[in-house]
């Protein structure tokens, strides 16, 4: 039996939060927003569609799926320009719990805001408006809601041997940090929203973002195997990322890392 071929292989493609960056003291942990890809065998599922998604590399063949959190555009701008869709025979899946899915990108992808709609791409996509647990390929995809302006969801994937806690775009408080805990109970991997500083936190109360903090006690609590903290502050710099992981011991994505489970 391959044992890689049986793996979940999770690659960060975008894990800057709100708004991409391009600057020298941002290349580290990189600067495009939120996208995560997992796969397994020749199955791929990513997590969001924000401007990482542009940096999606050898595609298998077969079709695709991308599972959003939520429509706000920093996490569906890189679809646009996905490589995927300028393929004749390619076949890509949308998944959203927001009925208006096909609309909302519909609004963004056309003119004048784009110069082509969706239906003019060479590949085809198809919408799908999700109800959990849901199976997704090898994937099991269950949900509890985030605490989020205008909504966002909060995805467990599972395989049946391992499974990602996907939290971006959360705000804590002391019941939702709880509830978070128990649907990651056994987590191998959880990736959580810590855009702010403890010190920051209380101007940006209501923004809908967490602390690094908050997610080490979810860690702790559920007992989740590995944590990398997400949806970096798009003002924040490289140095000031190191600085947090030495002052909190917790590991913060960068773009292009790679996770075995």
């Known amino acids: 039996m391959n044992k890689q071929h049986d793996q979940i292989r999770l690659t960060a493609l975008g894990v800057r939060g709100s708004m991409p960056v391009s600057r020298p003291d941002a290349r580290e942990f990189g600067?495009?927003?939120?996208?995560?890809?997992?796969?397994?065998?020749?199955?791929?599922?990513?997590?969001d569609a924000g401007t990482g998604l542009m940096n999606a590399e050898a595609l298998p063949n077969g079709?695709?799926?991308?599972?959003?959190?939520?429509?706000?555009?920093?996490?569906?701008?890189?679809?646009?320009?996905?490589?995927?869709?300028?393929?004749?025979?390619?076949?890509?899946?949308?998944?959203?719990?927001?009925?208006?899915?096909?609309?909302?990108?519909?609004?963004?992808?056309?003119?004048?805001?784009?110069?082509?709609?969706?239906a003019q791409y060479p590949a085809r996509t198809v919408f799908h408006t999700l109800s959990?647990?849901?199976?997704?390929?090898?994937?099991?995809?269950?949900?509890?809601?985030?605490?989020?302006?205008?909504?966002?969801?909060?995805?467990r994937v599972s395989d049946g041997a391992k499974s990602i806690v996907y939290a971006t775009d959360?705000?804590?408080?002391?019941?939702n940090l709880k509830e978070l805990a128990a649907f990651s109970a056994g987590a191998d991997l959880m990736l959580?929203?810590?855009q702010y500083t403890q010190e920051q936190y209380p101007a940006r109360r209501?923004?809908?973002h967490s602390t690094a903090e908050a997610g080490l006690w979810v860690q702790q609590e559920s007992g989740a195997a590995q944590i990398r903290m997400i949806h970096h502050n798009p003002a924040a710099s490289d140095e000031a990322l190191r600085e947090r992981e030495e002052q909190t011991r917790a590991p913060y994505a960068r773009q292009g890392e790679v996770i075995l489970l």
């Open 206 to 208: 209501g923004f809908g």
């Open 63 to 118: 079709p695709l799926h991308i599972l959003l959190t939520h429509l706000h555009a920093d996490h569906i701008l890189g679809l646009p320009l996905f490589s995927a869709l300028f393929q004749k025979d390619r076949e890509i899946h949308l998944y959203s719990g927001e009925p208006e899915l096909e609309n909302a990108l519909n609004r963004l992808i056309s003119p004048p805001l784009w110069p082509v709609t969706l």
């Open 132 to 155: 959990f647990p849901c199976q997704i390929g090898p994937f099991t995809v269950s949900a509890m809601k985030s605490c989020h302006p205008g909504g966002s969801l909060i995805f």
């Open 192 to 194: 959580y929203d810590a």
């Open 170 to 175: 959360f705000e804590h408080t002391d019941n």
């Open 31 to 47: 600067g495009a927003t939120s996208c995560y890809r997992i796969d397994k065998g020749e199955n791929t599922l990513f997590l």
